[in-house]
């Protein structure tokens, strides 16, 4: 058990020194907001 936990962040930092987990939803969670929404320009 305690192997295959090793092994499983094993993988997962390989693949995030690869570039794989890349945040792909466009920069929304940071935009700026007028009064709580976004202005669609």
Do not use: E, N, Q, Y
């Amino acid at each position: 058990m305690a192997l295959g936990v090793l092994i499983f962040f094993l993988l997962i930092t390989l693949a995030s020194i690869a570039g794989l987990p890349v945040d792909t939803r466009d920069s929304a969670d940071w935009k700026p907001t007028d009064g709580g929404f976004r202005r669609i320009t």
